[in-house]
Nanobody, 117 residues
Framework: QVQLVESGGGLVQPGGSLSLSCAAS????????IAWYRQAPGKQRELVAS???????NYADSVKGRFTISRDNAEKTVYLRMNSLKPDDTAVYYCNAVHYYTTDHYWGQGTQITVSS
């Protein structure tokens, strides 16, 4: 059974930091590009960051320099380190896995991040 399980969400003050984890199971993790998306109330889901099978990363302009994505293939886990958080970062954050060749994809259930004083 394929699973992507996000954890680490919560409430944080502006300027604070959080780390998200996405634990995968049920598929060959190392063959998938993993990405974090987010969706704020009333807005479309948007790409936050992604990391390829080779470890190359990509970031939305809005989070460059503040967020860092990384992966541990042995642990089948992807991390998102978020620094200097802003209220605009408030959203549900989703983990997504896409096969590098077939484009088969999976989604996690999401985890809420709220940035507020």
């Amino acid at each position: 059974q394929v699973q992507l399980v996000e954890s680490g969400g919560g409430l944080v003050q502006p300027g604070g930091s959080l780390s998200l984890s996405c634990a995968a199971s049920g598929f060959i993790f190392s063959m998938y590009t993993i990405a974090w998306y987010r969706q704020a109330p009333g807005k479309q889901r948007e790409l936050v960051a992604s990391i390829t099978t080779g470890g190359s990363s990509n970031y939305a302009d809005s989070v460059k320099g503040r967020f860092t994505i990384s992966r541990d293939n042995a642990e089948k886990t992807v991390y998102l380190r978020m620094n200097s958080l802003k209220p605009d970062d408030t959203a549900v954050y989703y983990c997504n896995a896409v096969h590098y060749y077939t484009t088969d994809h999976y989604w996690g259930q999401g985890t809420q991040i709220t940035v507020s004083s």
